[in-house]
Nanobody, 117 residues
Framework: QVHLAVAGGGLVQAGESLRVSCAAS????????MGWYRQSPGKQRELVAT???????SYADSVKGRFTISRENAVNTLYLQMNSLKPEDTAVYYC???????????WGQGTQVTVSS
């Protein structure tokens, strides 16, 4: 079992920055992939960014150049630095962990990010 503890989120003005984090604990295996998803009312949950144990990243087109995903493998912690935030970024953000060996995923609790204009 893997537990994902999410921290961060909040209310900011458009153009400001925010960082969310996700600390994984339990049966952590290498290699693995971690990422961030988000969901707003009336929309499907969408992939924001992913990062592998080796540091390979992938981003949704809507956040490229503004968001940066990173991780500290020594403490199994994932980060998402969100800059130049837009009202369209308003959503509940979810942390995700996927074990490459067992090909099984785990979800963290969501954290609300609200961007006002």
């Amino acid at each position: 079992q893997v537990h994902l503890a999410v921290a961060g989120g909040g209310l900011v003005q458009a153009g400001e920055s925010l960082r969310v984090s996700c600390a994984a604990s339990g049966s952590i295996r290498i290699p693995n992939t971690m990422g961030w998803y988000r969901q707003s009312p009336g929309k499907q949950r969408e992939l924001v960014a992913t990062i592998t144990t080796g540091g390979t990243t992938s981003y949704a087109d809507s956040v490229k150049g503004r968001f940066t995903i990173s991780r500290e493998n020594a403490v199994n912690t994932l980060y998402l630095q969100m800059n130049s935030l837009k009202p369209e970024d308003t959503a509940v953000y979810y942390c995700y962990y996927r074990d490459s060996y067992y090909d099984q995923g785990y979800w963290g609790q969501g954290t609300q990010v609200t961007v006002s204009s």
